[in-house]
Every structure is written in structure tokens, then in C-alpha cells.
T-cell receptor, first 110, second 115 residues
Framework: DAKTTQPNSMESNEEEPVHLPCNHS???????IHWYRQLPSQGPEYVIH???SNVNNRMASLAIAEDRKSSTLILHRATLRDAAVYYC???????????FGTGTRLQVFP | GAVVSQHPSRVICKSGTSVKIECRSL??????MFWYRQFPKQSLMLMAT?????????EQGVEKDKFLINHASLTLSTLTVTSAHPEDSSFYIC???????????FGEGSRLTVL
């Protein structure tokens, strides 16, 4: 499985935008970029995913570099409830299996 | 939206006993479910892929006789930790693919404490 690299932790103030980076230089053509987040003592939840084009949904935006070797998850206005560990995962289009890396722990301050 | 539910959410058992954790897809059918284990302050580690009607596929280093997986129906997979020891204490999480966007849904997790 292709590997991703994320910063261990990031901080943000409430109502400010947050840009969570992810490097995946060994991504293959069939790998989708998925983002999940995990709140304390809960199972992960889906945030967003994309292949080549930037994606937007009600939770976040995903900006994918043109060479697909990196991507950025954008939370437009962080809230205290966004404090979680965010995982960037490469998933082959032919499988449902997700292999989690270490993720980025996001702290949001009031 | 689709929901995956686990039971029990917390369980405490004595060393040497076996514990069963259930994972249910509540409003969709899941031919494949995944079991993860998570130790404190660590990431999720995939243990096995549970396939309905067939044997589970275990990841390297996971003992299949220790962690028994049964996926007898399209909505239920069970993980049994046999002869549990304190080092098996962990947060066990299941997931299933069921979203129209191709996303996986995760259960709430089951925290196992072995005394």
C-alpha cells in the first residue's frame, strides 16, 4: 500500500481556516486520496475523497496537486468539534481496504 | 445514512476467558467488513478482512486462532478474542463499505479490558 506523510499535529483557532497537508509521492494512477477523521474514543468517520480534481462537500474541501503527489484538506472554519486526528489514506480503486497512517492531531482553540 | 454498530461498547473480562464483539450494518448489506485494533495514542491497525460466507483474511502477524472472525450474514460479523490476556486490551473497531461515494462506515468501537 502506498504511504502517506502527515505532520503529527497542528493547531488552529476557532473560526479560522485550517489546511492539513498530506504527501503521497508514491501514489499510483489507481489510488484514490481519502480523508477520515477520528474523534476521541470513537470510530473514524469519512470526510472526503478524490482522484484528480479538487472536491468540495459540506464538511471540507480537498485540494489535489496537479502531479497528485500531495493534497491538502481544507476546513473552511474550524470549530471545537473539529478537534480530531485526521488521516490521509491512499486507497486502490479495486479494494475497500483502508490502511491508516499516523495522521495529524488537530487542536482547535476557542 | 448508513450506520455500523458494534456491541458491546465496553467489556471487562478476566484473563483466559473469551470475548465476542459484534459488528452490524444497520441499513445496508455488507459482504465485506474489516476489523481494526487501536492501542492508546496509536493509529488503527488492520487485523483482518471479514468476508460473508467464507474465511476471513488476516493481516500478517495477526493470529487467526486467537482472533476468530465469523461473517455468517450480510449484516453481521463477529470477532472473538479467545483466551484473552492483558496485552489484548485495546480498542477494537469494525468497518464496512456501504456508501454511495465509496466510503467506509466505522462502528463506534469496543473497548476491551482484560484483567
Amino acid at each position: 500500500d502506498a504511504k502517506t506523510t502527515q505532520p503529527n499535529s497542528m493547531e488552529s483557532n476557532e473560526e479560522e481556516p485550517v489546511h492539513l497537508p498530506c504527501n503521497h509521492s508514491t501514489i499510483s494512477g489507481t489510488d484514490y486520496i481519502h480523508w477520515y477523521r477520528q474523534l476521541p474514543s470513537q470510530g473514524p468517520e469519512y470526510v472526503i475523497h478524490g482522484l484528480t480534481s479538487n472536491v468540495n462537500n459540506r464538511m471540507a474541501s480537498l485540494a489535489i496537486a496537479e502531479d497528485r503527489k500531495s493534497s491538502t484538506l481544507i476546513l473552511h472554519r474550524a470549530t471545537l468539534r473539529d478537534a480530531a486526528v485526521y488521516y490521509c489514506i491512499l486507497r486502490d480503486g479495486g479494494t475497500d481496504k483502508l490502511i491508516f497512517g499516523t495522521g495529524t492531531r488537530l487542536q482547535v482553540f476557542p | 445514512g448508513a450506520v455500523v454498530s458494534q456491541h458491546p461498547s465496553r467489556v471487562i473480562c478476566k484473563s483466559g476467558t473469551s470475548v465476542k464483539i459484534e459488528c452490524r450494518s444497520l441499513d445496508f448489506q455488507a459482504t465485506t467488513m474489516f476489523w481494526y485494533r487501536q492501542f492508546p495514542k496509536q493509529s488503527l491497525m488492520l487485523m483482518a478482512t471479514s468476508n460473508e460466507g467464507s474465511k476471513a483474511t488476516y493481516e500478517q502477524g495477526v493470529e487467526k486462532d486467537k482472533f476468530l472472525i465469523n461473517h455468517a450474514s450480510l449484516t453481521l460479523s463477529t470477532l472473538t478474542v479467545t483466551s484473552a490476556h492483558p496485552e489484548d486490551s485495546s480498542f477494537y473497531i469494525c468497518s464496512a463499505a456501504g456508501g454511495w461515494r465509496g466510503e467506509l462506515f466505522f462502528g463506534e468501537g469496543s473497548r476491551l479490558t482484560v484483567l
